[in-house]
């Protein structure tokens, strides 16, 4: 005979049809319960990282800035203290890429095939030039102007970056594959390109109408105006291959500035608990990485967001001692990250890539693993 509801299983006693009701409710709570649930954001705290430290070439700083789906970084490093600086790529090794003649160069992107984009002096000017590296390095010139930047370069080898326009008179986001293309601006007068994706979509900010405000974009074949939290200003920095842009946008009375992520509207990424963040990367799974002021505002600290934001620093192995990640600049389609941040009272370049746990924590895991699937075997068996 089945088993009665009673007062010991929390339950008053029912009869079978009001059981089936019961039930029913319950199921139906259940159900509504999951659904809620699913609809929630899904927040995925980073993995533990490994720290790289990609030192320096004779100074006492160096800053990562790009990284490739090999893991390779573009960035630069004082050649002695602070400058001149010197553009490098480091694969197991850092090797400095020189200059365009010039005294100074700094490497800002890196694509799939190992080539870089910066800038750099040309020989006798003190002006400075967009460049393309592969084994040497490239100028690419101006939009009629004396300088120009490049910031960014996608897998087909495709710049993005800013020039000034003849007579110096603004600077403008062109976008270079064979030749400097000049993206226009959002009205105003000026406009700086910052990242591009596979497809050749480049984001960066420009000056509205007026030049009242600068205001984050997106360029297809067209300027795309993508809007603040409600302050004056906002800049993309990053676009994934699905056209997501990363960056940051000034709140209403312009208190403050946060990190967002833009796809067909402006996400508000909030801060690690101090007043201000700032996106710059973004990969294909829409991860972001960037910088926030931690609680107290006293620091940069480098952060995580993956439907909530972590602070890096609290996600890393024993080789992490000593160091502060100050900013995290790029990340690639592995969750491999570069940046920089303060270690031994210098400021060096860094690469985080995921710990690899040592062969006891395998069989930990595994036997963690195991444990659970024969625990919900056996709660399988009992329900059944």
């Not at 600086?85 to 890429?97: P, V």
């Not at 700094?106 to 799939?112: M, P, V």
């Amino acid at each position: 005979m089945a088993k009665e509801w009673s007062s010991s299983n929390c339950l008053p006693t029912v009869s079978r049809k009001d059981r089936s009701i019961l039930s029913a409710r319950l199921n139906c709570s259940f159900a509504l319960l999951t659904l809620s649930l699913s609809a929630l954001p899904a927040i995925a705290a980073p993995p533990v990282y490994h720290v790289i430290d990609l030192g320096t070439l004779g100074g006492t700083s160096s800053y990562g800035y790009g990284i490739n789906s090999s893991g390779t970084v573009a960035g630069y490093f004082g050649t002695t203290g602070m400058a001149p600086t010197h553009a490098f790529r480091y694969d197991t090794s850092m090797h400095d890429l020189g200059t365009l003649g010039g005294t100074s160069s700094q490497a800002l992107g890196i694509n799939s095939s190992g080539t870089v984009a910066g800038y750099s002096n040309p020989t006798g000017s003190n002006a400075i030039h967009a460049f393309r590296y592969d084994t040497s390095m490239h100028d690419l010139g101006t939009l009629g102007g004396t300088s120009s930047q490049a910031y960014s370069i996608n897998s087909g080898g495709t710049v993005a970056g800013y020039s000034f326009i003849t007579g110096d008179a603004a600077p403008h986001a062109f976008r270079y594959d064979t030749s400097m293309h000049d993206l226009g601006t959002l009205g105003g007068s000026s406009s700086f390109g910052q990242g591009i994706n596979s497809g050749g979509t480049v984001t960066g900010f420009s000056s509205t109408n007026g030049n009242a405000a600068i205001h984050a974009f997106r360029n297809d074949t067209s300027m795309h105006d993508l809007g603040t939290f409600g302050g004056d200003d906002s800049y993309g920095y990053g676009i994934n291959s699905s056209g997501t842009v990363a960056g940051s946008a000034q709140t209403t009375g312009n208190a403050a500035t946060h990190a967002f992520r833009y796809d067909t509207s402006m996400h508000d990424l909030g801060t690690l608990g101090g007043n201000s963040s700032q996106a710059y990367g973004i990969n294909s799974s829409g991860i972001v990485i960037g910088f926030s002021q931690p609680t107290g505002n006293a620091a940069l600290h480098a952060f995580y967001y993956d439907g909530g934001m972590f602070d890096l620093n609290s996600y890393l192995d024993a080789s992490g001692a000593g160091w502060t990640l100050n900013e995290a600049e790029g990340i690639n389609d592995t969750g491999q990250i570069t940046g920089f941040g303060d270690i031994g009272g210098q400021t060096h370049a860094f690469l985080l890539t995921a710990a690899t746990p040592e062969p006891g924590m395998w069989a930990m895991l595994t036997g963690m693993t195991l444990s659970g699937l024969a625990l919900v075997r056996r709660r399988k068996t009992r329900q059944a």
